[in-house]
């Protein structure tokens, strides 16, 4: 049985992009399977409750029907730091001190421009930092992030692969991100973390999201591997693009579903638009 979910983060109002990605993964349910709805807010500056409410308004708005209760990451913060702090144990992560403006520097200093998926590849000035140095920093309350050891990590592991049901078996090749940060001090998590924990405890089987998205799902598969957690299927979607041929984003003052909804949209309207109807 498939059980997948749609994983909005409540940063702002769904656009039709959304619209499409919730609908395909609905159907991807038709002849049996569970439906969940998971609210991906462990960013507290940027997720409002009013987004958490548009989201629900509109995915009832173009009939979907979810499992309850829906998941709020938020709730969960302590399940992401257990995670966290067992690759910590594994010795697999370090604290990293850097600005941002001591990154570039350094990655200008090493002639380093190397670019991954997320955009350059951090230069590892923190990785081997002396534990002195360490508690000083601490001490002293500088802000740091927890990053993983992507050398390490990937030597752990060894070959890993992903099944893209479009795509076939895919070899999982997370090194191209470089160290990655998977917490800070204040957020004990990262996306890439607690989605994969998230999806193991809720039994996901089957994750449908954007092409955007295919690139994490290397991080993904290796954080599946070095915590034992469960490894879904994937199919990455294409993106929907408006009308200027650009992907849908909430900041580029897309259409908003809500928008559409109170001009007097129906869903059936939806579904045509995005190609579903
Ligand atoms: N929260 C992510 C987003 O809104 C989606 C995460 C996922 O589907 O894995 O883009």
């Given at each position: ?92 992560l ?28 951090y ?16 001490n ?17 592991v ?39 924990v ?13 092409q955007?998205?295919?690139?994490a799902t ?7 591997a ?13 993106l929907?693009l408006?009308?200027s041929?650009?992907k ?30």
């Amino acid at each position: 049985m498939i059980v997948t979910r749609f994983a909005p983060s409540p940063t702002g109002l769904l656009h039709l992009g959304h619209a499409y990605s919730a609908l395909l993964v609905y159907g991807s349910i038709k002849k049996g399977g569970d439906f969940l709805l998971r609210i991906e807010d462990i960013d507290p500056g940027r997720c409002r409750i009013e987004y958490e409410k548009a989201i629900e308004e509109d995915l009832n708005w173009l009939g979907i029907k979810w499992q309850k209760p829906v998941r709020r990451q938020s709730e969960h913060m302590h399940d992401y730091a257990s995670a966290l702090n067992r690759l910590d144990n594994e010795g697999l992560l370090y604290p990293c001190f850097c600005t941002r403006k001591e990154i570039i520097q350094a990655r200008s200093s090493l002639a380093m421009d190397v670019l991954g998926p997320d955009g350059p590849i951090y230069p590892g000035s923190c990785r081997g930092l002396n534990p002195e140095l360490i508690q000083k920093f601490k001490n002293e309350k500088k802000p740091f992030a927890w990053r993983l050891d992507m050398q390490k990590a990937v030597a752990r592991v060894g070959e890993l692969t992903f099944r893209d049901l479009d795509k076939g078996l895919i070899v999982a090749t997370p090194e191209i991100f470089g160290d990655v940060v998977l917490a800070r001090k204040e957020t004990p998590t990262s996306y890439h973390l607690a989605v994969c924990v998230d999806d193991h405890i809720q039994g996901i089987n089957m994750v449908i999201r954007g092409q955007d998205l295919f690139p994490a799902t290397h991080i993904h598969r290796l954080l599946q591997a070095l915590l034992g957690l469960d490894t879904p299927s994937y199919r990455h979607h294409r993106l929907l693009l408006d009308e200027s041929g650009k992907k849908f984003a909430k900041r580029e003052r897309s259409p908003s579903l809500q928008e559409l909804r109170l001009a007097g949209a129906t869903p059936k309207e939806i579904f045509k638009r995005v190609g579903l109807g």
